[in-house]
């Protein structure tokens, strides 16, 4: 049964996930060996098979072994998680989630990233957007 591929993970789904973005693939061994504070192996399968089933992952066969991969860029699924949070945090307000990033006491923006930041403004205004 596959659901929506943006839909809502738990904590620990989140982190087998942030496993399988930084490696590419892995397997279910090797999602336990790098999970903090790891649950048994039958527990990082079962959770491994509920994100398969919820679409965030697909797998191939590796002799006796399933190595799972993402089905979705770790950019697209970061952009709907952040779609999230600013529907839910920030009232669907852009502004209201950007200036709390840029307004944070330990936030420092190097002059690039203010020019890059810039000309975004710039171009979504030139769109209408």
Not at 9 to 31: F, H, K, N, P
Not at 115 to 123: D, I, S, T
């Amino acid at each position: 049964m596959k659901h929506d591929s943006h839909a809502h993970l738990s904590r620990r789904e989140r982190q087998i996930m942030d496993v399988i973005y930084q490696r590419g693939e892995a397997s279910a061994q090797e999602v336990l060996e790098a999970l903090p504070s790891p649950p048994g192996y039958s527990a990082v399968r079962a959770l491994l098979r509920i994100l398969e089933e919820k679409g965030h992952l697909k797998h191939r066969e590796d002799g006796p072994k399933y190595i799972f991969l993402p089905t979705h860029a770790r950019e697209n699924a970061g952009l709907a998680a952040l779609q999230r949070v600013v529907q839910t945090f920030y009232e669907g307000s852009v502004s209201k989630a950007v200036a709390a990033l840029v307004e944070g006491k330990d936030t420092r923006l190097p002059e690039e990233e203010v020019k890059r930041l810039r000309a975004l403004v710039r171009q979504t205004r030139s769109e209408g957007r």
